[in-house]
Every structure is written in structure tokens, then in C-alpha cells.
């Protein structure tokens, strides 16, 4: 209806607008609705390449709502290649992402020099609380290997490795890197990375790259060669919230398992039911992000 297709721009307005006011508080400047050829996207930091496009899951599902024409699963691919190829980096933000996490990246930041940074081997408690503050996806299991960077007494960089949790062909993964918010260090990653391939001799590495929030160009910069490139991946996601499942681990374990058997009281439907069709049913909705580039390591620098 008209009342519904009305209340879902307000409110993707409002999203858009929240954004906007986290950027001026954080004093970042910005211009909205920016062209680059035939799209348009939703902000353009000023004075960097940096694009960002927000993407609300009532408007951005890929099945047709009684408000909106679902999109076609290769839109957000497409549009951050398109952004990619022209110079750009277009960082989406999903219905489920820290938006003001993402907000601090953008930021102005302090120039350190990794070189005059002191290099240390940090604990795994040390290192997964600095992630949780400064990494997009929080930490993850298995990092047995944390370099830091110091400035003084103070961390700014974190490099982890372990052993691959997807892949066994390798022997390790390089599971997480980042920076405190208020610093950019030059030269922090090859410093990092060059230490660990000098003092752990790895065989062979492999990483994960993000496609909707980053380029890749750092493992380049590493010494890593693109192994692949994955196609987007269907995730849903619950309107209004920072719950998601992906399509896979929903294939894996089904509706009563994830869903079903959390709410109050339990559904339980049993082998044979539409996963899919339950999901919808209970305001669950697609959307396809923009999958994830895989990265290998197998020589010395």
C-alpha cells in the first residue's frame, strides 16, 4: 500500500540520517547522494575515495515485499565494483553492522611510523580485547600467535594468526588485523607480517577479505595472491535488529534449531518443513551481501 511504501522511506530516511549525525559528531565531513555514473550513493567523505552505502534490510531484501521490489543478488556487488573500478571504496553497512563502529574508521587520524613503534608478542586476552574494541567483526577462536604494536606503553595495531578454521590445505590463517581508531600506522602491517614470517617460518597462509567493507589491497602490499572470489552470499536478517544467520548455517542446522527452538514458547516443525518459507513467516528477510575474497600466502618476503 501507499501508507506502507511511505513509512518505509521515512524510515530508511532516518537511518540515513542517524548516520549522518554520528559523522558530525565525530566532525567528518561528508555530501549525501553522491553520483558516479549511473549510481547514486548514499555518502562521499570528503577529501578521500571512501563511498558508504547503508542498507537496510526492509529495503534491500531480495524478495518483493508488499513496499519494494526485492533486488537482484548481484546490486550490492555490483555497485561496489562499480565504485572500486573508478577509484573508489564503497564500505556498506548491513542492518546487523556497528554503524558507529564503522563511523569512528572514518575519522582523522594521528600518522605513526611502524618503525618507531616498539614490536611485541601480546597475549591472546590482550590482544582479543583490543579487537573487540577496534575490529569490525570482534574477535575469533583459535588465534595462537598476537603481535602488537606499542607507541610508548600504549597498543595501535594487532596482527593474529592460528590455524585455519575452514581450510586445512594451509598452515596457518591470518585471522585478524586492526588499528586503534585514532592512529594510522604506516607500515604497521608489513612490520607485523614480516616478524611472524621470520620468526614462525610458515609454509603457507590464507586470510579472508570482507568485499562490502574492504578492497583487499593490504594483502597485496604482504606478499598474498588472490586465491578467489566468492559469489554474495544470502543472509538473513531480522528488520530492526543486529540478529543474522547466514544462508548456510541456516542449511546446516534448519529454522527449529536457530529460530524455533528461541522463541517463546518454541515452534518445533519437524524434518520436512520450508526453512525458508518459516523464516519469512517470522519476519526473517534475504538479503545478499557482497561475498568475500580469499587470500593466499606460500612464499617468503
Same mark, same amino acid.
Given at each position: 500500500?501507499?501508507?506502507?511504501?511511505?513509512?518505509?522511506?521515512?524510515?530508511?530516511?532516518?537511518?540515513?540520517?542517524?548516520?549522518? @549525525?554520528?559523522?558530525?559528531?565525530?566532525?567528518?565531513?561528508?555530501?549525501?547522494?553522491?553520483?558516479?555514473?549511473?549510481?547514486?550513493?548514499?555518502?562521499?567523505?570528503?577529501?578521500?575515495?571512501?563511498?558508504?552505502?547503508?542498507?537496510?534490510?526492509?529495503?534491500?531484501?531480495?524478495?518483493?515485499?508488499?513496499?519494494?521490489?526485492?533486488?537482484? /543478488?548481484?546490486?550490492?556487488? !555490483?555497485?561496489?565494483?562499480?565504485?572500486?573500478?573508478? !577509484?573508489?571504496?564503497?564500505i556498506n553497512i548491513w542492518?546487523?553492522?556497528?554503524?558507529?563502529?564503522?563511523?569512528?574508521?572514518?575519522?582523522? /587520524?594521528?600518522?605513526?611510523?611502524?618503525?618507531?613503534?616498539?614490536?611485541?608478542?601480546?597475549?591472546?586476552?590482550?590482544?582479543?580485547?583490543?579487537?573487540?574494541?577496534?575490529?569490525?567483526?570482534?574477535?575469533?577462536?583459535?588465534?595462537?600467535?598476537?603481535?602488537?604494536?606499542?607507541?610508548?606503553?600504549?597498543?595501535?595495531?594487532?596482527?593474529?594468526?592460528?590455524?585455519?578454521?575452514? !581450510?586445512?590445505?594451509?598452515?596457518?590463517?591470518?585471522?585478524?588485523?586492526?588499528?586503534?581508531?585514532?592512529?594510522?600506522?604506516?607500515?604497521?602491517?608489513?612490520?607485523?607480517?614480516?616478524?611472524?614470517?621470520?620468526?614462525?617460518?610458515?609454509?603457507?597462509?590464507?586470510s579472508y577479505c570482507d568485499?562490502? /567493507?574492504?578492497?583487499?589491497?593490504?594483502?597485496?602490499?604482504?606478499?598474498?595472491?588472490?586465491?578467489r572470489e566468492s559469489q554474495?552470499?544470502?543472509?538473513?536478517? /531480522?528488520?530492526?535488529?543486529?540478529?543474522?544467520?547466514?544462508?548456510?548455517?541456516?542449511?546446516?542446522?534448519?529454522?527449529?534449531?536457530?529460530?524455533?527452538?528461541?522463541? !517463546?514458547?518454541?515452534?518445533?516443525?519437524?524434518?520436512?518443513?520450508?526453512?525458508?518459507?518459516?523464516?519469512?513467516?517470522?519476519?526473517?528477510?534475504?538479503?545478499? @551481501?557482497?561475498?568475500?575474497?580469499?587470500?593466499?600466502?606460500?612464499?617468503?618476503?
Amino acid at each position: 500500500t501507499k501508507q506502507a511504501i511511505d513509512a518505509n522511506r521515512n524510515k530508511k530516511s532516518k537511518i540515513n540520517e542517524h548516520f549522518a @549525525d554520528l559523522l558530525l559528531k565525530l566532525n567528518i565531513s561528508f555530501e549525501q547522494e553522491f553520483a558516479l555514473g549511473n549510481y547514486l550513493y548514499d555518502f562521499h567523505i570528503l577529501d578521500t575515495n571512501i563511498l558508504i552505502e547503508i542498507n537496510p534490510t526492509f529495503t534491500h531484501t531480495c524478495v518483493s515485499t508488499s513496499a519494494y521490489y526485492g533486488k537482484d /543478488k548481484q546490486y550490492h556487488i !555490483n555497485k561496489t565494483s562499480f565504485a572500486n573500478q573508478n !577509484n573508489y571504496r564503497c564500505i556498506n553497512i548491513w542492518e546487523w553492522d556497528d554503524s558507529f563502529k564503522l563511523a569512528l574508521l572514518l575519522k582523522s /587520524k594521528t600518522i605513526l611510523y611502524a618503525r618507531k613503534l616498539e614490536l611485541k608478542e601480546i597475549t591472546k586476552q590482550e590482544a582479543n580485547k583490543f579487537i573487540e574494541l577496534y575490529h569490525l567483526q570482534g574477535s575469533c577462536y583459535g588465534n595462537s600467535v598476537n603481535l602488537g604494536l606499542f607507541n610508548s606503553e600504549q597498543l595501535v595495531q594487532v596482527m593474529t594468526f592460528g590455524k585455519p578454521r575452514y !581450510n586445512k590445505n594451509y598452515e596457518y590463517e591470518l585471522l585478524r588485523l586492526c588499528s586503534d581508531n585514532n592512529y594510522y600506522v604506516v607500515g604497521g602491517s608489513e612490520r607485523l607480517f614480516k616478524y611472524f614470517t621470520r620468526y614462525y617460518n610458515p609454509q603457507s597462509i590464507i586470510s579472508y577479505c570482507d568485499t562490502s /567493507k574492504f578492497i583487499g589491497d593490504v594483502y597485496f602490499r604482504l606478499g598474498f595472491s588472490l586465491l578467489r572470489e566468492s559469489q554474495p552470499q544470502k543472509i538473513w536478517s /531480522k528488520a530492526n535488529t543486529k540478529h543474522y544467520i547466514t544462508d548456510n548455517l541456516l542449511r546446516q542446522y534448519g529454522f527449529d534449531k536457530l529460530v524455533g527452538s528461541k522463541l !517463546n514458547p518454541p515452534e518445533i516443525y519437524g524434518k520436512g518443513t520450508d526453512n525458508e518459507e518459516l523464516m519469512l513467516n517470522h519476519n526473517w528477510l534475504p538479503v545478499y @551481501d557482497c561475498g568475500q575474497k580469499t587470500f593466499i600466502w606460500t612464499g617468503q618476503i
